[in-house]
């Protein structure tokens, strides 16, 4: 089982950046995919962000985040980045990093979960 805090969260102004750090612990990261999710006020149920496979070599991001967001993996240090730029307001949430149980590219199901950390954008 693989344990995984979140941080890096903060209040920023709209057009700032953020860069959000996950680490893992209890399994090493490096054959699996990890993923970023977040879960924006009001809204009843987590969004996926982005992705990364094992190597780095194949990224995925929901639309809405694309050329602004930019998820990274330094498997030596077990660690998984979300690197945030040019923020918007509808971009606060609570961020999440999640890891599968299985290996392989794409992945659909994240069974761990970190505790989140907060990012919010102000206008």
């Known amino acids: 089982q693989v344990q995984l805090v979140e941080s890096g969260g903060a209040l920023v102004q709209a057009g700032g950046s953020l860069r959000l750090s996950c680490a893992a612990s209890?399994?090493?990261?490096?054959?699996?995919?990890m993923a970023w999710f977040r879960h924006a006020p009001g809204e009843e149920d987590r969004e996926f962000v982005a992705a990364i496979s094992a190597n780095g070599r194949n990224t995925d991001y929901t639309d809405s985040v694309k050329a602004r967001l930019l998820i990274s993996r330094d498997n030596a240090n077990n660690m998984v980045f979300l690197q945030m730029n040019s923020l918007k307001p509808e971009d606060t949430a609570i961020y999440y990093c999640a890891a599968p149980r299985l290996v392989g590219w794409p992945m659909k199901a994240y069974p761990y979960w970190g505790q989140g950390t907060q990012v919010t954008v102000s206008s």
């Open positions: 209890g399994r090493t990261i490096d054959r699996y995919t």
